[in-house]
């Protein structure tokens, strides 16, 4: 049973033009008293119906699942997935024998707000960020699994670290459906371990993907260095992009691992890669090793709007680093993936950088998340990947 709830006059400008949220500035009044999570049937002041979403305690006071006054049951969630899957199939990431690593759901992109689907091999790995996708798991799951068929053995569900703590739902990782242990996926035709059970994120970088793929064929003769290199994506792509050598750098001694164990995969005992357990900017500053190919692919750095101005000099400082000591003739791919932090903004951060070193910089490819992370036009906000591939003189 869906409750009504009454926008304030006005405002359902928004919603009109398909953006996926109602801020709780904008409510009026509820008939009742939703807990979070329960569906909502959103009406303008007058009474039209609008949308039908989840409610959440916060500033984003409802999640839009319809713009359409209908059921959300087992058929909604089916008929979501499919539409999903096909797109998977037009990009080309689904159902290709080369790549069984891609990302199913991506939000908002997919008209689902708070739902996020990784596909690895024979297992998906589904995570919620709100407490109205975590009362639909199963029949989220279960759809899943009619959806995809033989492709799919299990879904991982982790969404420990993120619902709303607040909630209280004491939730913890574990598989809904199956349990096959066995964790490796192929992108590209490179093999990967995801580690679903501790790693970051849904176990790996998805996002990536496009970009490591265009860095491959950078790489050929060059010195490549992997900073920030979590499982090795970059590093993994550049091998087979016949680097000279490859240093992959992580702060944490668990990623080093994770990124050597990828390369074994896929370079056995191949000496051209080493990995470094140590901090970024210590690494950068104490390096001696003739770079002309540098990744920087930091965490957010702004988490939130109101770390903007710091994230941006972060940036700044960190760019200003690889521009001193990268060789002439050198490429660096350099991202940001913070929410907060826009394309220009993001630009202009590496603009001044690039005009602290004095060098000559010119912008070769910008980047951004690839296809099957897609943005949801009325939803900009939805856009948080960008990068940008500069040849460095
Ligand atoms: N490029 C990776 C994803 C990077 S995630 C990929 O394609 O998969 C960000 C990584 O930065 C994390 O693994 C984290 O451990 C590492 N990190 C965070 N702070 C760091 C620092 N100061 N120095 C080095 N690595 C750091």
């Known amino acids: 049973m869906s409750i009504n709830l009454y926008l304030k006059k ?52 409802v999640r839009v699942l319809s713009f359409e006054d209908i059921e959300i049951n087992r058929n909604f969630w089916h008929s979501r997935l499919v539409a999903a899957l096909r797109v998977r199939q037009a990009i080309g990431v689904a ?21 996020i689907i990784d596909i690895y091999g024979r297992t998906a790995v589904m995570q919620a960020h709100s407490v109205g996708i975590h009362l639909c798991r199963q029949d989220i799951a279960d759809a899943l699994m009619e959806v995809m068929g033989d492709r799919l053995q299990n879904v991982y569900y982790k969404s420990e670290t993120t619902l709303p703590f607040k909630a209280g739902l004491g939730q913890e990782n574990g598989f809904l459906i199956g349990d ?64 000279n050598l490859v240093h992959s750098v992580d702060s944490s001694a668990k990623a080093v691992d994770l990124v050597n164990a990828n390369i074994n995969l896929n370079f056995p005992g191949d000496p051209r890669h080493e990995a470094f357990a140590e901090d970024a900017f210590k690494f950068l500053s104490e390096m001696q090793t003739p770079y002309d190919l540098i990744v920087l692919d930091p965490p957010a750095f702004a988490k939130h709007r109101d770390a903007l101005k710091q994230a941006l000099r972060g940036y700044t400082k960190l760019n200003a680093r690889a521009f001193e000591k ?28 690039a005009a602290m070193s004095g060098r000559s910089v010119r912008i070769l490819h910008q980047l951004h998340q690839p296809a099957d992370h897609p943005v949801n036009i009325y939803h900009p906000e939805g856009e948080y990947l960008k990068g940008l591939v500069l040849s460095v003189e």
């Open 180 to 243: 096959t242990p066995e964790n490796v996926a192929t992108e590209n035709g490179l093999k990967f371990h995801i580690d679903w059970l501790k790693g970051q994120k849904t176990g790996f970088f998805v996002d990536q993907r496009d970009n490591r793929s265009l860095l491959e064929h950078y790489s050929k003769g060059r010195n490549v260095l992997n900073m920030f290199c979590y499982t090795g994506g970059f590093s993994v792509y550049a091998m087979r992009g016949k680097a």
């Open 95 to 115: 159902d290709s024998p080369l790549n069984d690593t891609y990302r199913l759901v991506h939000g908002e992109g997919d008209n689902v707000p708070g739902l």
């Open 10 to 61: 006005g405002k359902e400008e928004s919603l009109k033009r398909f953006h996926p949220w109602v801020f709780s500035g904008a409510v009026q009044r509820i008939d009742g008293q939703p807990e979070e999570g329960n569906l909502v049937r959103v009406l303008s002041n007058d009474g039209k119906f609008l949308a039908l979403g989840q409610w959440q305690i916060g500033s984003i006071a």
């Open 326 to 353: 990268i060789q002439p003739g050198g490429i660096l791919f350099t991202f940001s993936c913070s929410q907060a932090v826009n394309k220009d903004q993001f630009r202009m951060a590496v603009f001044t950088a």
